[in-house]
T-cell receptor, first 111, second 114 residues
């Protein structure tokens, strides 16, 4: 089983739609969680950290469910500019700063 | 210094040649990481440094790969006797020792082995 699993998509959604991605992780001792965004042929960029209490940044909401070992990203009112690959990232244990990346979920927002 | 710099941006080399990539992290960041990414995959961890110490290496990092960070600032990643399977984007990232705020990545070096 992969340490971090994501549905690769693509998710094709119309502008203005709400879309949600899930990501599961295998190590229950995982410490930190992030969502990164990667545009085609560019480097990944940090979108947001994910906290146990859930957190929101404008149209983006991230949730963590430790019991079920998954994290989610919700994007409301999708824009064309949201089209990208969204990478789920997990820090598997303490004592290391080696982040594990999922394969990414591709999102295409259609006009 | 506003970000992580990587050089070169692109490298085409013939199979069997050696290549070296350079990464300059954000100046106040003491951790530096190398990842490799192929099409349709997420970045895969190769190695990381805290200051000049190489603290962890992936099993992906065969004996043809070596990384250094001699003065705890810039880092180099060398691939000897390149193979076609080494073709990938090589990403460098850095982070500070304070808190846990994720990585900042450089733009990457795209390696093509022909």
């Amino acid at each position: 089983r992969k340490e971090v699993e994501q549905d690769p998509g693509p998710f094709n959604v119309p502008e203005g739609a709400t879309v949600a991605f899930n990501c599961t992780y295998s190590n229950s001792a995982s410490q930190s969680f992030f969502w990164y965004r990667q545009d085609c042929r560019k480097e990944p960029k940090l979108l947001m950290s994910v906290y146990s209490s859930g957190n929101e940044d404008g149209r983006f909401t991230a949730q963590l469910n430790r019991a079920s070992q998954y994290i989610s990203l919700l994007i409301r009112d999708s824009k064309l500019s949201d089209s990208a690959t969204y990478l789920c990232v997990v820090l598997p244990t303490s004592g290391t700063y080696k982040y594990i990346f999922g394969t990414g979920t591709r999102l295409k927002v259609l006009a | 210094d506003t970000g992580v710099s990587q050089d070169p941006r692109h490298k085409i080399t013939k199979r069997g040649q050696n290549v070296t990539f350079r990464c300059d992290p954000i100046s106040e960041h003491n951790r530096l990481y190398w990842y490799r990414q192929t099409l349709g995959q997420g970045p895969e961890f190769l190695t990381y440094f805290q200051n000049e110490a190489q603290l962890e290496k992936s099993r992906l990092l065969s004996d043809r790969f070596s990384a250094e960070r001699p003065k705890g600032s810039f880092s180099t990643l060398e691939i000897q006797r390149t193979e076609q399977g080494d073709s990938a984007m090589y990403l460098c990232a850095s982070s500070s020792g304070q808190g846990d705020y994720g990585y900042t990545f450089g733009s990457g070096t795209r390696l093509t082995v022909v």
